[in-house]
């Protein structure tokens, strides 16, 4: 199973069945992306959840950003790190493979989603493994590893707390900092006493942490194998990087006798000191936090002496389709530390939340990755649903264009004929006009005689072809005519600017 | 009108959006303009600079409609432009539209240079305050994303709005964030649109303000369109409007 093969690289374009995990259409809900986003509109329950985790998020990153004077100094620092490592990738990738092996560390080589999850359940299967502890990893969901363990009979025990609310819930994360943000604490609550052996008394956070403390803390202590993800993957050292905020991680990663530990390739910095800049930006733009209250580094498996320590370490590096995104104008995408800051800022994310974008990544960001893993057809919409505001750029702290990646999907998708006709219709003959003056200006003056038609106190309240506007507002009656044919006729002398309207 | 021979000559872009909904904010543009100083020019051969189709993702129209753009204002020392999108697209985005031809890129580049949202260009190029102008009334400020992240249009129109006498701007919460409308957006995806605007309008009216002023009319025809729809009395009006001293005509979106 181990290997040190360089990384391949798959050739097929990103339209065709993506890098996605085989089982990718049993987590994908089955309606289209609107219908989720209209279904999540009218929950006013997830409403209400999705305004508590964004709007504290918002808040707290705000006064993070405020209190770290070189915030923008250590922005341009973080961008220099990832794109260093990212147009030196495959020197990094052999650095840190060479002293990961040094440290005793097993290493192998995934190039999709698919064969990441077969090697992760082959290495529990070869340990005997019964169950296993998970600490949060998004590149675990983006392997589809949960349900692929569910699949291969191994008790699956998720450790972080809103994962272990996932767990409970049956569903997937929401958003890639607080994975349940989709539950208000009411409805964890309901679901602690339904499931949970000592469930908490006390209506308070804390009773109800102790009350998963209780559930998960002998299950900790029972576990053969510990898989865990990573943030960073320090190339001269061979060691990778956890930051957690509940301690799961750490109690997840000692006692089992195997611990593997998931990553993409992108991950990599050059050495813990590139990793401490990361983190400074991280934590700031993830939680608000000044730092996180764990940061692990994991070198190797327990060397003599050692107190305590797995006794196999395997790391798994991911390609699932990085390395085409370098090729295909998305490397600046590769620079993503999964903060989830944008996600908290975006109009967009904050009406429908996580699970209406239908991939494992939400929000700005997984909007651009998404069609990456699960092909740009099945994904078109994500890029689309934007209003390239700009402001998950400006929160970005490595300043991904993510607008322009968009853009560059729909550029895309328009190429490859993946535009629904009226798209392709509508602008088409818009365009058609717009570089014809003449036409362009006749068809104006048409279009206000029309328009004047179906106005009422001023007011257009239904028309056709207006009624996506219609629905939800009033339109503006259109001036008489048009301000180059007015300006045309002062010009000559027959009204004056201004006065005509 | 000042016509000597060192006089800034201007290209004034309406936009589609003025040309066809709201004459009254390209004729307050070209009073302002001539005010500084300018001496303005209408070219009869402008349309619209692209955006739709480049947002769109059909940036080979996109290109089509820059060319004819930048072949149309290259004659002038300046080009403005009444709203921070069509004014973000020449500035930021032409050069991407025509990268595929470096000497149309070249001239694209260029032309950038000289391109301005009206409000940046009265302030940061004219220094012009407006003077002995009134309005009594109280107004709020949206700033609109293009203006607001692509151009850096945030304290100029600000500026110029705290010389007119008797008009009192309050915050508005929210003021950077996205109205919703994105183009194309609030139709594709009306829903979603929907939701973000009734935000923005129960934002504007916790103001209690009696306007609300922005620098893109598609933003304001979003919002105006949702406060009318809500009942609301706030009136909408593009910002040039007030500073022209043309803030009587009907407001976006107001019945009568």
């Not at chain 2, 050069?95 to 070249?106: I, R, S, T, Y």
Request: charged share 25%; with cysteine.
């Amino acid at each position: 199973m181990s290997s040190t093969s360089a990384t391949t690289t798959d050739a097929r374009p990103a339209h065709e069945e993506g890098h996605g995990h085989a089982d990718r259409n049993a987590r994908v809900h089955p309606l289209r992306f609107l219908a989720r986003a209209e279904a999540a509109l009218a929950d006013p329950v997830l409403q209400i959840a999705i305004e508590r985790t964004t709007g504290t998020a918002e808040r707290k990153r705000a006064d993070a950003v405020e209190g770290f004077p070189q915030f923008d100094k250590a922005r341009v620092l973080g961008k220099r790190i990832k794109d260093h490592v990212i147009a030196n990738l495959d020197h990094y990738l052999l650095a840190f493979e060479r002293n990961a092996i040094a440290s005793g560390a097993k290493v192998h080589w995934a190039s999709t989603a698919g064969e990441a999850s077969r090697i992760v359940i082959g290495l529990c299967r070869d340990a005997g493994a019964k169950r296993v502890t998970r600490s949060k990893s998004m590149l675990g969901e983006e392997i589809g590893l949960p349900h692929a363990l569910d699949e291969a009979g191994i008790d699956r025990v998720e450790t972080d707390l809103a994962e272990h609310i996932v767990q409970l819930g049956g569903d997937t994360p929401s958003h890639i900092i607080w994975p349940s943000m989709h539950r208000t604490r009411e409805q964890v609550s309901a679901m602690f006493h339904a499931s949970h052996r000592v469930p908490h008394g006390e209506e308070t956070i804390e009773a109800m942490v102790d009350s998963a403390r209780r559930e998960l803390r002998d299950k900790f202590f029972s576990s053969d194998v510990a898989i865990s993800g990573a943030n960073f993957l320090i190339a001269d050292t061979g060691s990778t990087c956890t930051v957690t905020n509940e301690g799961n991680a750490e109690l997840t990663t000692s006692p089992p006798r195997v611990h593997i530990v998931t990553a993409g390739i992108e991950k990599l910095v050059p050495s813990a000191s590139h990793a401490m800049a990361m983190l400074r930006l991280l934590v700031r733009s993830a939680t608000g936090g000044d730092i996180t209250q764990y940061t692990t580094l994991h070198r190797g498996p327990r060397q003599p002496g050692d107190r305590d320590g797995p006794e196999e370490f395997h790391i798994v590096l991911v390609d699932n389709g990085r390395t085409r995104m370098l090729k295909e104008g998305l490397k600046e995408m590769l620079r993503c530390i999964r903060c989830g800051a944008c996600m908290n800022h975006c109009v967009v994310f904050r009406q429908i939340g996580g699970h209406a974008y239908g991939g494992v990544y939400p929000g700005p960001m997984g909007a651009v990755l998404t069609p990456v893993f699960d092909g740009l057809g099945a994904a078109r919409d994500l890029p689309h649903a934007c209003t390239l505001n700009g402001r998950c750029r400006e929160v970005c702290p490595v300043d991904i264009p993510l607008p322009t990646l968009m853009r560059g999907w729909r550029d895309r998708s328009w190429r490859e004929g993946l535009e629904p006709p009226a798209a392709r219709i509508g602008i088409g003959l818009f365009a058609f006009a717009a570089s014809r003056p003449r036409i362009f200006h006749l068809g104006t003056a048409l279009a206000l005689r029309v328009m004047r038609l179906f106005r009422k106190n001023g007011l257009i309240q239904r028309m056709p072809l207006l009624g996506a506007w219609t629905r939800h507002r009033d339109f503006p009656a259109p001036a008489e005519r048009s301000f180059l044919a007015m300006y045309r006729d002062a010009q000559s002398g027959k009204t004056t600017p201004g006065s005509s309207r | 009108m000042n016509t000597s021979p060192s006089a800034v000559r201007v290209g004034f872009f309406a936009t589609c959006l003025v040309n066809a909904m709201r004459p009254n904010v390209g004729f307050a543009s070209l009073k302002l303009l001539e005010e500084a100083g300018c001496i303005v020019e209408v070219p009869m051969q402008q349309t619209c600079c692209g955006q739709p189709a480049f947002n769109g993702g059909d940036t080979r129209d996109a290109a089509v409609l820059a060319r004819q753009f930048i072949e149309a204002f290259e004659p002038f020392d300046h080009v403005v432009i009444p709203s921070g999108s069509c004014a973000g697209m020449v500035k930021a985005h032409y050069e991407e539209a025509l990268a595929d031809d470096p000497a149309w890129a070249e001239r694209a580049r260029r032309l950038a240079a000289r391109t301005h949202e009206i409000m940046s260009f009265l302030v940061d190029v004219m220094g012009y305050a407006p003077q002995g102008r009134s309005l009594v009334a109280s107004a709020t400020y949206h700033d609109s994303c293009s203006g607001l992240r692509e151009l850096g249009v945030h304290a100029q129109p600000r500026a110029m709005l705290g010389k007119i006498q008797g008009l009192e701007l309050r915050p508005l919460e929210g003021h950077d964030v996205c109205c919703g409308f994105g183009g194309t957006f609030c139709v594709k995806y009306a829903p979603i649109s929907n939701a973000i605007v009734e935000e923005k309008a129960a934002a504007v009216e916790r103001t209690g303000a009696q306007l609300l002023l922005g620098g893109d009319l598609g933003c304001l025809m979003n919002i105006a369109g949702k406060l009318s729809r809500r009942k609301s009395d706030v009136r909408v009006l593009h910002t040039v409007e007030v500073l022209a001293g043309m803030a009587d005509a009907p407001a976006i979106a107001e019945s009568r």
